[in-house]
């Protein structure tokens, strides 16, 4: 199963982007579905995530308070989970990837490793 990112670009310190990942409903009715980050020279980072079924979230703590994820599974066949990001920082520059885990959000929910879904990334790009 392929997941669609879109909505990454350039923007400035200060301003806002918002992504969507695009996913079958019926492969992520019950999933944990996540955005995690990859800066140039750093390891993958979790952001944001969301339990599908429940509609919890979960934040890092570089981004609470300035991000939000949400979903729209209102589609009878598709899921799309959106990062809403505000106040951009110029470290907040990454490939932003959409992932998703088969089942409730654990507890080590930020290691890229866990999850069985994919998407090719969409790149945000803060100037300062």
């Known amino acids: 199963v392929q997941l669609g990112e879109s909505g990454g670009g350039s923007v400035q310190a200060g301003g806002a982007l918002r992504l969507s990942c695009r996913a079958p409903?019926?492969?992520?009715?019950?999933?944990?579905m996540a955005w995690l980050r990859r800066a140039p020279g750093e390891g993958r980072a979790g952001v944001a995530a969301?339990?599908?079924?429940?509609?919890?979230?979960?934040?890092?703590d570089s981004v609470k308070g300035r991000f939000t994820i949400a979903q729209d599974n209102a589609k009878n066949t598709v899921n799309t989970v959106y990062l809403q990001m505000r106040s951009l920082k110029p470290e907040d520059t990454a490939m932003y990837y959409c992932?998703?885990?088969?089942?409730?959000?654990?507890?080590?929910?930020?290691?890229?490793?866990?999850?069985?879904?994919w998407g090719k990334g969409t790149q945000v790009t803060v100037s300062s």
């Open positions: 969301i339990y599908t079924a429940g509609g919890n979230t979960f934040y890092a």
């Open positions: 992932a998703a885990y088969l089942g409730r959000c654990p507890r080590q929910l930020w290691l890229g490793s866990i999850y069985n879904y």
């Open positions: 409903l019926h492969t992520v009715s019950s999933a944990c």
